[in-house]
Structures are given as structure tokens and as C-alpha cells.
């Protein structure tokens, strides 16, 4: 159950790049140790390092250097907040055992940032995800969510009403959860974060006619919005079965799919195409494709079976 706490909800998974703040851009990694050599009390430095181990996947040193920012400036809302975010990485890979010690050390990290600073609201919306994934033993309370929401609404009506919507799920009032995406929506008509939301949930509920209608409205309002064009061709290929209105969308996204994007997508991509190539009984290609998806991301597990299975459709 604690590894759910640090994994976002699908609900807000669309949502990632919209809850995490901008700050100043850290120097290299080798600048930062050179820095820290002139000046071992650098906590400013410290927090970077400890940043930047954590963005190259180390977790466990970033928390390290994270906490000696922390004993040497106490008082920086930021280090708590970036060793609290530390503390959920290393939650992620940590043992049965480990884990709860992790998981409180990190909500009470949050907690110190909001104690120093109550306007960072990425510490209020983990928080919230906190409060709403752990077992009441552990400090779980939908009571503490609501209030991390209140709060969040007031500053950003837009992430209010989406963390609003995720405590709805998880209490399985989907009716509320509908409403509170609506009006995030509404709140910010111009983001693509609550639309891929709303879209996403729509899926979990297998509510195939208004998924594509919300991420069709988002290509009307931000026709930027690639990546809907690949949640359209997944819902098309794999739900609704119009293969050639699938394909379609999936080309589309392959052909201006954004610089970085993520494994799992391209994977994702490559997969429908095997179907499609299936369903119209080109299994060599097919095959091709499944490989394709399988080499972008290898714990594609449909992939695996289908071409373990020959497909096939």
C-alpha cells in the first residue's frame, strides 16, 4: 500500500509538469562538488547537488545532500520541500520494512516546508495525495486532503479543483470527481493538464464516447496538444476498435511527437500499430511494430504477448 504514495493517481498523471514549480536552474554537477570543496557550508549548493542526484535517478544520495542542506539552513522552506520529494523517490525502490519509516519522514518534510512557506502548493498537493493513500494508522484522512485542497483552490483554482477530483475518486464518488474536472477545466481553458485528466478518467471508466470527446476539445482549444492525438489513437485501436481512425491519430503523434518523449509512449504508439497492422492481417509488419515497442520500452508486457502469441486478432 505505501507504494502508492508516492506514485501520482492516474487521475492527476497528466498533471505532473503543471504541479512541479520552476526554480533556478542548477549548475552542472561538477560545478556544484567544486563549490561545495571552496565552501563546505553552501547550502544553496548542497540543495542543487542534492537535486540533480535525484533528477539522474539516485535518490538515496540526493536525500544525503538534502539533508545537509537542512542542518545547515534550517529555515529554507525549499530544501525541506526538495528532501521531502527525495524521501518519496527513494520510498519508490525501498523495502516492506523501510517504507512507512520513508513515508512519514517525508510527510513531515512537506509539513516543515508549508510551516515556513503555505504558498508552496506542490508540498500541499503531495500532502493531499498522502493524506488520501495512507491507511488512517499511518495519518491517512480525507478530512487532511480536503484541507490541502481548500487551500489549493484559493491559489490555483485550476490544480484545486483536479486535487479535488482525485480525493472524489478515491472516496468512489465518481459523480463529484465528473464535476470537480469540469470545473478544472473551466478554470483553466487553455492548459491541456485538466482535459488529459478529465480524459483519463473517463477511460478507467471505460467511458470510450467522452474520453475522445474531451481530448478532441483539447486539440480544438491547444491544437498543440500532441499527445492527445495518441490517447485518441489508443482509445480508437484498443476500445472502440476503428483501426484506420486509430492509426490515424497514432501517425499523427509519431510525426510530432514533442522532443523527450517518454519511453512508455513511444512504446505505447509502436503497440497500436502492431494491432492495427493485426487486424488487417499483416502480421510481418505487425511483428515489426511489436518489436519496436518492446525496444522503447521492455516492460511493455501486451507487447511481450503478443508477439509471444503470434496474434493474433
Known amino acids: 500500500m505505501l507504494r502508492r504514495l508516492i506514485v501520482l493517481p492516474a487521475v492527476l498523471a497528466a498533471t505532473v509538469s503543471a504541479a512541479v514549480p520552476v526554480h533556478a536552474q542548477c549548475a552542472p554537477r561538477a560545478d556544484l562538488e567544486a563549490r561545495l570543496a571552496r565552501v563546505p557550508t553552501d547550502d544553496a549548493a548542497m540543495e542543487c547537488l542534492g537535486r540533480t542526484l ?63 512557506d503555505p504558498a508552496i502548493l506542490d508540498a500541499r498537493h503531495w500532502l493531499l495525495l498522502f493524506y488520501t493513500q495512507a491507511p488512517a494508522m499511518m495519518g491517512g484522512s480525507l478530512s487532511a486532503a480536503r484541507e490541502q485542497a481548500a487551500a489549493i483552490v484559493k491559489l490555483d483554482p485550476m490544480r484545486g479543483h483536479l486535487d479535488y477530483a482525485t480525493i472524489a475518486e478515491q472516496e468512489k464518488d465518481d459523480a463529484s470527481a465528473d464535476k470537480e474536472l469540469l470545473a478544472a477545466i473551466a478554470a483553466g481553458p487553455g492548459a491541456a493538464a485538466p482535459y488529459e485528466a478529465a480524459g483519463q478518467f473517463y477511460r478507467r471508466r471505460e467511458r470510450w464516447s467522452d474520453a475522445i470527446a474531451v481530448y478532441e476539445k483539447l486539440l480544438t482549444v491547444k491544437p498543440d496538444s500532441v499527445n492527445a492525438h495518441l490517447s485518441l489513437g489508443r482509445v480508437y485501436v484498443n476500445n472502440v476498435k476503428d483501426y484506420d481512425r486509430g492509426e490515424k491519430e497514432v501517425r499523427l503523434w509519431l510525426a510530432t511527437q514533442p522532443a523527450g518523449a517518454s519511453a512508455v509512449n513511444v512504446s505505447n504508439a509502436h503497440y497500436c500499430l502492431g494491432v492495427v497492422h493485426d487486424h488487417h492481417g499483416r502480421r510481418d509488419q505487425a511483428a515489426i511494430e511489436y518489436r519496436a515497442a518492446l525496444a522503447a520500452n521492455p516492460n511493455n508486457e501486451d507487447a511481450k504477448k503478443a508477439l509471444a502469441s503470434g496474434r493474433q486478432e
Do not use: C, I
Open 54 to 116: 535525484l533528477d539522474a535517478g539516485d535518490p538515496g544520495r540526493g536525500v544525503e545532500w538534502l539533508e545537509k542542506a537542512v542542518k545547515v539552513n534550517g529555515r529554507s522552506a525549499q530544501h525541506h520541500f526538495w528532501l521531502a520529494n527525495a524521501l518519496r523517490e527513494e520510498t519508490m525502490t525501498a523495502g516492506t520494512l523501510r517504507q512507512p519509516f520513508l513515508a512519514r519522514r517525508m510527510k513531515g518534510e512537506y509539513e516543515e516546508a508549508l510551516a515556513l
